[in-house]
């Protein structure tokens, strides 16, 4: 495998990188981890649209722009490093895209290209108060109802929640016609649940929130899948969807990078910089090493998956190495920083907390475990 950046990509990466310096991060520091607006969140994610980080890996017919998994990658890693909140949502509108268009049908032609024009907001309602990484268990039920289904429950945690104009909500599906079981429904804003805000230890410049689902009805047509096959597809989602987020976490690592070799070089003690000091070199080091190997596990995730092999166990150990190589990363920088890495004034604070969001998103790090254990074993542990 090389990963080596063709010409094209090169370029895609470096003019993205600009664009996101300049007219992306003083926006969002502006913000200081407050809820960006609707609107002022659209407006931003406009801007994005062109480089492909909104639903660049969704084919052309269907809105996007054909992009390949790795190069998608190289362009999320770098939003990400400027701004983890804005990446939630990149993420969450290029999730639900994909998820649309592996349905055929005329029902998500309309909600493709509304994101593809940055016209709505879409959302993937898994998780719910009592059910976190076992999807098998989810309570939310649709019911059924002559040409409709009747939903209830609670979703919980869900990332452009309260943003969101549709969701595509996971329940249990109890139809005498089509049989019972875990299924996928589209639920427009409009056919009635509502959101809240959940406040966060970070990343609340964008939306994570409670949906509530009371006797909402939804036309039957709206089932995006048969009864019995919504594990599959959140299963499949989840595979493509964790080595993004060790690349989410791999941003932030590399943030802290940055900021402690710019900080080593110009904080003194003993008479000379700190960066000639071993034991901050030592630290130095053992950051940039673990980065790299964190990356390249994520971009054999996503070449993988890209070529149609099955990828669970490498998508689960590039998040597993890449939300924990985080932590250490800003502990190090932490280190380096010393006490002024406990203020605000420094960006390593909000790092800090930032790393802790990972190993517990898109299946934490136990369940990460547990998933390559089964791999390697046969034998399932849960």
Request: proline share 4%.
């Amino acid at each position: 495998m090389d990963f080596s950046l063709t010409e094209e990509q090169q370029i895609a990466v470096d003019s993205f990188r600009r664009f996101v310096e300049t007219e992306i991060r003083p926006v969002m520091e502006s913000y200081e981890d407050q809820f960006v607006p609707r609107e002022e969140m659209r407006a931003l994610i406009r801007q994005l649209q062109p480089f492909g980080v909104i639903n660049g890996p969704v084919a052309e017919e269907d809105g996007g722009f054909g992009l390949d998994l790795l190069t998608y990658g190289l362009l999320f890693e770098e939003l990400a490093r400027v701004s983890a909140d804005l990446a939630v949502v990149a993420l969450l509108q290029m999730e639900s895209s994909k998820l649309l268009a592996s349905v055929p049908g005329e029902l998500t032609m309309p909600y493709l290209h509304a994101i593809a024009e940055c016209n709505k907001f879409g959302s993937i309602g898994i998780s719910e108060p009592d059910v976190g990484s076992n999807i098998a268990e989810i309570r939310t039920r649709a019911k059924r109802d002559g040409d409709h289904f009747v939903i209830n429950g609670e979703k919980q945690w869900i990332s452009n929640g309260h943003y969101s104009d549709f969701n595509i909500c996971v329940a249990q599906v109890e139809d005498e016609e089509t049989g019972n079981g875990l299924a996928l429904l589209l639920v427009d804003r409009e056919h009635g649940y509502e959101s809240r805000n959940i406040p966060k230890l970070v990343l609340n410049s964008q939306s994570t929130a409670q949906l509530f689902f009371n006797d909402v009805r939804v036309p039957a047509a709206n089932m995006l899948t048969p009864p019995g096959k919504g594990l599959g597809k959140m299963l499949g989602l989840l595979e493509a969807g964790r080595p993004l987020v060790g690349l989410m976490a791999v941003a932030v690592a590399q943030a802290a990078l940055d900021d402690s070799i710019a900080y080593a070089g110009d904080r003194k003690q003993h008479g000379k910089p700190i960066a000639g000091h071993q034991l901050v070199q030592a630290m130095i080091a053992e950051m940039a090493t673990e980065i790299d190997a964190a990356r390249l596990l994520c971009f054999r995730a996503l070449d993988q998956i890209q070529k149609g092999i099955r990828s669970d166990i490498e998508s689960s150990k590039a998040k597993l190495f890449a939300t924990d190589m985080a932590l250490r990363a800003v502990n190090k920088a932490m280190e380096i920083h010393g006490g002024n890495g406990l203020t605000t004034e420094f960006r390593v604070e909000k790092l800090y907390r930032l790393a802790r969001i990972f190993p517990i998103t898109e299946g934490t790090t136990e369940m990460q475990k547990l998933i390559i254990g089964r791999g390697l074993l046969g034998v399932p542990a849960f």
